[in-house]
């Protein structure tokens, strides 16, 4: 199979969109009408230009209306079929893609729809040209893939194919079990898209939502493995309409566009590409702390019941842990200065454990994601760095990884880990600016085993926050992420005060929350403080004795409850932090806590408007240059 995009899926006139695709790495597109109808050289010229880019034109496409038409009105469509193909010659493409019409007009039945394809492949043929059909999920007559295969069958021209269209196919929710009965050399075209399941009409659905295989919510995989059974050999073409893709730099969204393809190929049984690994958890968490931090954020730490167990021998890092918890305090002024916010305390990087991290290694490159090596980074450890497309950094760690970590460059450890109330962390919270949110959803899922959730919204004072979570077959790794286009939502001053992506909240999870909230409130660390009305309602919400609901708002601990247990969560402010330590005690509770997140940006904004100060209204430049610890 062979990659290709079609040039809808991204922004930018016609030579903008051919460039940014040919430089993603695909030598494949499919030119869409209204990219050359808009373009102000010829269309010989059209051809040419992406014949000089090393692009095969797959198809022209989409020709609508076409089929079910009388009189006039079909003589008049064939003519302009004829029009489609004197472009065709001149473009240097062979195949039209014809999609199931929606024309007032068009009158159903497989006898009159069958002679029409009929004479449209018999005049294509004439001009050594193919055609292809696809069912238009939103189509009069013909929507569903079975159908337009039923046709194609039936008009019998070598010449004449079907199109497989990933979101016609999901959104009307039809089987899949006829696609390995189709032979491959009669599928002329697949064109895939996800999309994340929403409940709307599949028209405005498909124009404004569709994403890149592994942003959405269809289960594409299953769909590769049905097309790999035809023996299907041809093009598999991203087809995308997407609003943000339209506002989006066309270079990235190739370059995703180009990652996602990749992601489809490593689905094919041959594929050399390494499996795809559950994240089982979170092996460390490192902070970056500038001096005027560093003290309190050992006492913070210290109030939360870590302690320090070890410290690197030549590198002023130290590593702090509890249960299962370890967090890495990074000291180092010329390590510090690399990071995104280095004014503040933020996470400079997190490790995560999986079964094999060179396998996850290999995976992440092989499908077109930044690795950085030790040896590049003239590091003293062992770990390689996956980068983030956002320019976020997580070491692949296994076991062995793991061991050899706290063996060699934290050998020094005298102190015992903490055995505190907190265990695990629950999950981690991030902030990611709006254009790179997809982009990021397609790394930690191409890469790695995990569930996205569906997207909820969360209001902030300041405007609507979009949350998705992604999370693995066990418990162990829970990744909330947040993106905003309103820009004065909590979201987006994390990023405007770290000058990037950042981590929002660390959440930590307490066997004992009120003991865990009971020492942090004798140590003075200081907790977010939340409103006096919010405990107002939780006595009438959830019946809650009154002196249970007392001490909830003595140590302004937040409470939710599902129909599967119940959650309570608080969060402390590191001083100078761009980001918040939550304490989370889950009993049952799946979620994280969604019900209460406009109380916790709430009360994040009102702290903020008291400390307006450490707004930095001009972000630093990215990073360019990463040192390792
Ligand atoms: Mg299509
Ligand atoms: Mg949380």
């Known amino acids: 199979m062979t990659p290709s995009i079609a040039t809808v899926s991204i922004s930018g006139t016609l030579p903008e969109k051919l460039e940014a695709i040919a430089q993603a790495g695909y030598q494949a597109v499919e030119l869409f009408e209204n990219d050359l109808l808009s373009f102000s050289g010829t269309v010989r010229e059209a051809g040419a230009l992406a014949s000089s880019l090393g692009l095969t034109i797959v198809t022209l496409q989409p020709f609508r209306d076409f089929e079910g038409l009388e009189g006039l009105q079909r003589q008049r469509v064939m003519d302009y079929a004829?029009?489609?193909?004197?472009?065709?010659?001149?473009?240097?493409?062979?195949?039209?893609?014809?999609?199931?019409?929606?024309?007032?007009?068009?009158?159903?039945?497989?006898?009159?729809?069958?002679?029409?394809?009929?004479?449209?492949?018999?005049?294509?043929?004439?001009?050594?040209?193919?055609?292809?059909?696809?069912?238009?999920a939103w189509g009069r007559h013909v929507n569903d893939y079975r159908d337009a295969w039923e046709i194609v069958r039936t008009a019998n021209q070598p010449n004449l194919g079907l199109v497989l269209d990933t979101f016609h196919i999901f959104s009307r929710g039809s089987d899949l079990e006829v696609i390995p009965y189709i032979p491959g050399d009669q599928i002329f075209l697949v064109q895939t898209?996800?999309?994340?399941?929403?409940?709307?009409?599949?028209?405005?659905?498909?124009?404004?939502?569709?994403?890149?295989?592994?942003?959405?919510?269809?289960?594409?995989?299953?769909?590769?493995?049905?097309?790999?059974?035809?023996?299907?050999?041809?093009?598999?073409?991203?087809?995308i309409f997407n609003d943000t893709f339209r506002m989006a730099n066309p270079r990235?969204?190739?370059?995703?566009?180009?990652?996602?393809?990749?992601?489809?190929?490593?689905?094919?049984?041959?594929?050399?590409?390494?499996?795809?690994?559950?994240?089982?958890?979170?092996?460390?968490?490192?902070?970056?702390?500038?001096?005027?931090?560093?003290?309190?954020?050992?006492?913070?730490?210290?109030?939360?019941?870590?302690?320090?167990?070890?410290?690197?021998?030549?590198?002023?890092?130290?590593?702090?842990?509890?249960?299962?918890?370890?967090?890495?305090?990074?000291?180092?002024?010329?390590?510090?200065k690399q990071w995104l916010g280095h004014d503040g305390l933020s996470v400079s990087a997190l490790g995560v454990?999986?079964?094999?991290?060179?396998?996850?290694?290999?995976?992440?490159?092989?499908?077109?994601?930044?690795?950085?090596?030790?040896?590049?980074?003239?590091?003293?450890?062992?770990?390689?760095?996956?980068?983030?497309?956002?320019?976020?950094?997580?070491?692949?760690?296994?076991?062995?990884?793991?061991?050899?970590?706290?063996?060699?460059?934290?050998?020094?450890?005298?102190?015992?880990?903490?055995?505190?109330?907190?265990?695990?962390?629950?999950?981690?919270?991030?902030?990611?600016?709006?254009?790179?949110?997809?982009?990021?959803?397609?790394?930690?899922?191409?890469?790695?085993?995990?569930?996205?959730?569906p997207a909820f919204d969360i209001t902030d004072p300041r405007g609507l926050i979009q949350s998705q979570v992604l999370s693995g077959p066990t418990p162990g790794f829970r990744f909330a992420i947040n993106g905003s286009h309103s820009p004065q939502t909590t979201t987006n001053q994390v990023i405007r005060r770290r000058g990037g992506s950042g981590v929002q909240h660390i959440a930590f999870h307490s066997r004992s929350i009120a003991h865990t909230a009971e020492r942090v409130a004798a140590a003075g660390?200081?907790?977010?403080?939340?409103?006096?009305?919010?405990?107002?309602?939780?006595?009438?919400?959830?019946?809650?004795?009154?002196?249970?609901?007392?001490?909830?708002?003595?140590?302004?601990?937040?409470?939710?409850?599902?129909?599967?247990?119940?959650?309570?969560?608080?969060?402390v402010v590191p001083e100078g932090g761009h980001f918040l330590f939550e304490v989370v005690q889950r009993d049952g509770y799946l979620g994280l806590g969604a019900a209460n997140a406009y109380i916790r940006a709430s009360a994040q904004q009102q702290r903020q408007h008291h400390a307006a100060s450490d707004i930095v209204e001009d972000p630093p430049n990215p990073i360019e240059h990463l040192k390792c610890l």
Not at 87 to 95: A, G, R, V
Not at 364 to 387: N, W, Y
Request: aromatic share 10%.
């Open 525 to 571: 660390a200081e907790v977010l403080a939340i409103p006096q009305n919010y405990y107002r309602d939780l006595a009438g919400k959830f019946g809650l004795a009154p002196a249970v609901i007392a001490d909830m708002e003595r140590l302004q601990i937040l409470f939710d409850a599902d129909s599967s247990g119940q959650f309570q969560q608080f969060y």
């Open 82 to 136: 004829e029009r489609k193909f004197d472009l065709m010659e001149e473009l240097n493409t062979s195949l039209l893609m014809v999609c199931s019409s929606i024309h007032p007009d068009a009158q159903p039945g497989l006898s009159r729809t069958v002679n029409d394809f009929v004479e449209l492949a018999e005049r294509a043929r004439k001009r050594g040209l193919k055609v292809a059909y696809e069912a238009l």
């Open 252 to 336: 990235q969204i190739a370059q995703d566009g180009y990652r996602s393809s990749l992601y489809l190929a490593s689905m094919h049984q041959q594929s050399s590409v390494p499996l795809k690994q559950a994240i089982e958890s979170i092996a460390f968490i490192e902070l970056s702390a500038p001096a005027e931090h560093y003290a309190s954020t050992k006492q913070t730490l210290a109030a939360l019941g870590f302690a320090q167990i070890g410290h690197h021998p030549n590198k002023p890092v130290e590593r702090w842990a509890q249960g299962g918890i370890n967090i890495l305090v990074n000291r180092d002024p010329s390590f510090a």
């Open 353 to 453: 454990l999986v079964h094999d991290a060179n396998a996850a290694e290999r995976r992440a490159s092989a499908l077109g994601f930044k690795v950085i090596r030790p040896e590049a980074c003239d590091a003293s450890h062992q770990m390689t760095a996956m980068q983030g497309v956002d320019g976020t950094l997580t070491y692949l760690l296994d076991i062995p990884g793991i061991e050899a970590l706290w063996s060699t460059e934290f050998p020094n450890s005298t102190v015992p880990i903490a055995d505190g109330t907190l265990e695990t962390v629950d999950h981690i919270s991030v902030s990611i600016p709006y254009e790179d949110y997809l982009s990021v959803v397609l790394q930690y899922r191409a890469v790695f085993d995990l569930d996205l959730s």
């Open 193 to 239: 898209a996800d999309a994340p399941h929403l409940s709307m009409d599949h028209l405005s659905w498909s124009r404004h939502y569709r994403c890149f295989p592994g942003q959405g919510q269809m289960d594409i995989a299953r769909f590769m493995a049905a097309v790999e059974a035809t023996g299907y050999a041809g093009y598999i073409s991203h087809e």
